[in-house]
């Protein structure tokens, strides 16, 4: 028996290239020598080390994303809420203030609350809807500033383009959470905002199966340490992760627009029929902030849909169980459509006075359209709804 080479196999050479991205994942790269090893560090040549500090599907992945948002150098991370970690600990340190919105993603809020003030960092939160109301909540010592574009689940619109400028003439940078918007809706770097951040998890990815997050920043020394606290934090993706998400991402954009014309129809559905007490959708004319639905999401209203059912807690299980096509699963952005309900899910920390506060009650429910059949779809809720 002849014994196996001391290094591993060889990939067989081949003068035809594969038309798929090749999945890669080595965890460590051997070099030539220690002079090739210096130019890698140094940035003369280009290469890789080692996984954590960064691996070809994180780049191939990151580099899609920055052409669809129309960024330099984006970094992708192991999930989105590590992205929003990244991105806030990249500026701010001990003795700043991070002033965010008050309907931020559930995590992106106990970060904000919990764990950066045990890190120094104070925190406090106000509405972005009204452009004084998030103006006086600005400090001295405010350092960053962040908000999403639409809020989860009550899809109050924020005013983006206030808080961009309102952050460039006192010189606080802005991070904006564009995971339920998506770059198919609005671009923020492009209109002045500092940092970008993706739970890649969702709708770009697509399909329920990468957990992953991007961050991408227009300050080129933001960018810088992007990506040096990544590898020191240890933020690094999955490569498998990255391969399933750039698959995705190919189809991001016909997804994303069948879906969304899907919200349209499930949302005209929901209104139309009794039981509902309202419907949330941004380009409803009926939208608390149709307005600003208008003139900042000219591209269409995206395929989340919230509605409010007549009744309590017992409506909300019968329409659960009635719609058994549907996965009840506290998700958004799958290639099916999901059902969400927030009372017992992500916003079951709050008092019942707080969600009331919030108008979101034990009959509401948050849903993220998915590609089906829009017929199929809007008959399942109605045959459901019918069963109230
Ligand atoms: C899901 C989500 C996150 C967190 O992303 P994970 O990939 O689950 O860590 C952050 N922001 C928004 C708006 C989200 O929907």
Redesign the pocket.
Known sequence: MTKPPLLRARWPESVSRPVATPLQPSVVYASPDPDALDDQYEGRASGFTYAREGHPNADVLAGLIDRLEGAEGGVVTG???SA?TLALLSIVKAGDHVLGADQL?G??LRLMQEELPRMGIATSVADPTDLKAFEAGLRPETRAILI?TVA?PTLRIADLRGIIALGQARGIPVVV?N??TTPALINPLQMGADVLVH?V??MLAGHSDA???YVAARDPEIRARLSVLSATLGLTASPFDCWLAERGLYTFEMRFERASRNAETLAATLADHVGVKRVLYPTRPDHPDHNRAQSLLTKGGGNMVSFELDGGRAAANTLVRALDQIAFAPT?GDIATTLSHPASSSHRALTADARAALGMSEGFFRVSVGCEDPDQLTGAFAQALDQL
Do not use: A, H, I, P
Request: aromatic share 10%; glycine share 10%; hydrophobic share 25%.
């Open positions: 999930s989105g809420m929003v993603y995590r992106s999403e989860n959470d995971t339920f739970s998890t969702k957990t992953l997050g958004l």
